[in-house]
């Protein structure tokens, strides 16, 4: 029963935080379910690949919650998503095939890097305003897609921290960049949620209750608690200063991404 609180737990945290930093949850999911399978005696083969594939689904909810409340507010530019929406399909679809063939310790070691660089972006750098560009060509935004797919279906992450820069420097203000962010989670997370259920349909070390590396009540769980918090986050990014937000989940982001470097690399 108390794994089940544990997934209740981290989908509320990762909920409220893909609402307030367009970052869709997955770096705090991601982290969360390796110490919660590791601690519940999974195998160690499958323990990052099953994290990985249950946060991209835990996203597809997530992310439809987020960009709701973002739509509701004007921060979602549909035609810049339909330009990016195809290039992010097939960047994921890829990613999940990248990330299969890659050993589970590796795996940890790179997503805990890729924690450290998001934590460092949002502790001394700051995205400017960079409004009133012409967007950049479609074939430049699919590029753009499909690169961000590819990363973030590694990462089993929504793929905000690569979008919303993405954007903004494409010339859309903060909060669209935000919000369309939102949205781009959603093709990312079920494109590369589909990959991981598959490429892991025939491996022997997995749990009871997963369909390929997607953990069934793992995803229920995470979804429910997220979905609702998601629509608290996206309202606080509007009345909440920004700038202490941002550094207090950039050190949380430095104890997760440290911890599974360290693990990864096997130092602890």
Known sequence: MMLYVWFVIAGAFAGVSAGLFGVGGGM??????VWIFTAYDFSPEVVT??????SLATIVVTSISSL???NKRGGVRWEVWRKMALGL?????VGAGIADMIDGQAL???IGVGALLVALKMLFFSNKEQVGKPMPPAGVQFG???GIGMASSIFGIGGGSLTVPFLNWAGLPMKQSVGTSAAC????ALAGAAGFAWFGQDVVNLPEGTIGFVHVIGFLCISVASFAMA???AKLAHVLPALMLKRAFGVLLIFAGGQLLLSGLGVI
């Open 185 to 188: 989670g959603l093709p990312i």
């Open 89 to 93: 399909v097939v960047g994921s679809l």
């Open 108 to 110: 940890q070691a790179i």
């Open 28 to 33: 705090i999911i991601v982290p969360a379910l």
């Open 144 to 146: 753009a897609g499909t």
């Open 68 to 70: 709701t409340a973002h």
């Open 231 to 233: 629509k608290v986050g």
């Open 49 to 54: 690949h099953l994290a990985i594939g249950t």
